[in-house]
């Protein structure tokens, strides 16, 4: 298979890639995120360690130790941050590996495999991990997190309908939004300016006043579920349905801008791209319908 042939195939495969095709990969058309927290506080109500944000995302109904791994409390318990912004349309992309939850190691586990290297490992219930989770760092307080405020105050807003609606909209917003978290700090920097302080300090200080239309800016997590520490995130959680979603975004983007070169040309900024790299061939070679290989996309 020639150069030309593969490029053709590859852009084809781009434009192509339609709203709609890009809508029947999207996880979260699948998902009723309101039923899901209604599973989750269920589980905090009767101190339950099953839940886990992987197997409801990825829509999987099996037991925390049908596979005998090491489950990790941060990535299962901690609430998900995914896709923010006008993901279809956006003309900066800022791509980021997973969330990082403050102060909670990963040695916190809900189910310890037979197996484990992790010596130190604590189980801990869903409760446990919102209240008192016995291995901290540095004595940071994980209260600091919005998410941690809201689930942690659960008692205090569940039997009242208004606040119970405000509080679920939010945490659904903590997980996909229509509006970035950087759109979010570039319009309130009095609320925070995470974001701006370690990915754009120095951009921002240039071209801040030039920048006509902060809802064009997209944050995303190749990984949405939180860990201490990168590594802690496995292969088989990477290529998930869920992991796949933001690759697929990425694709129909630029098929997007190849479609009509008078649109704003996308930029992709990227965190850890080794592993984006890899996430990203394999959803290539599956809206290829695996006609061409890997090694060809490389």
């Not at 920097?189 to 300090?201: M, R």
């Amino acid at each position: 298979m020639g150069n030309k042939d593969i490029n053709d195939i590859l852009n084809d495969s781009l434009t192509n890639f339609s709203e709609t095709k890009l809508d029947k990969r999207n996880p979260y058309k699948k998902i009723n995120l309101e039923e899901v927290f209604d599973e989750f506080f269920e589980s905090l109500e009767k101190n339950d360690s099953n839940f886990s944000w992987v197997d409801k995302l990825n829509r999987i109904d099996k037991n925390k130790n049908a596979e005998d791994k090491d489950k990790v409390a941060n990535i299962h318990y901690g609430l998900p941050s995914h896709v923010h912004g006008n993901y279809k349309d956006g003309s900066i992309y800022l791509c980021l590996f997973n969330p990082n939850v403050i102060g909670i190691t990963d040695n916190n586990l809900i189910y310890k495999s037979e197996s484990s290297k992790k010596e130190s490992a604590k189980i801990c219930s869903l409760e446990d991990y919102y209240t008192k989770p016995p291995l901290l760092e540095d004595k940071k307080d994980p209260i600091d997190d919005e998410f941690w405020r809201i689930i942690n105050s659960y008692k205090e807003w569940k039997n009242d309908d208004k606040k119970r609606k405000i509080n679920i909209e939010k945490l659904k917003n903590l997980i996909i939004s229509d509006e970035s978290t950087l759109t979010k700090e570039l319009k309130n920097p009095e609320l925070g300016t995470y974001y701006i302080d370690n990915y754009f300090d120095k951009l921002i200080n240039k071209c801040a006043n030039k920048l006509k239309d902060t809802d064009k800016i997209v944050n995303m997590e190749l990984c949405p579920f939180r860990s201490k520490n990168a590594s802690t995130i496995s292969n088989d959680i990477l290529k998930s349905e869920i992991s796949l979603f933001a690759c697929y975004i990425i694709w129909y983007r630029i098929g997007k801008y190849i479609n009509n070169k008078n649109t704003n040309k996308p930029i992709f900024i990227f965190r850890s791209y080794s592993k984006w790299e890899d996430i990203l061939e394999d959803s290539l070679y599956k809206l290829n319908n695996k006609k061409i290989t890997k090694i060809i996309i490389r």
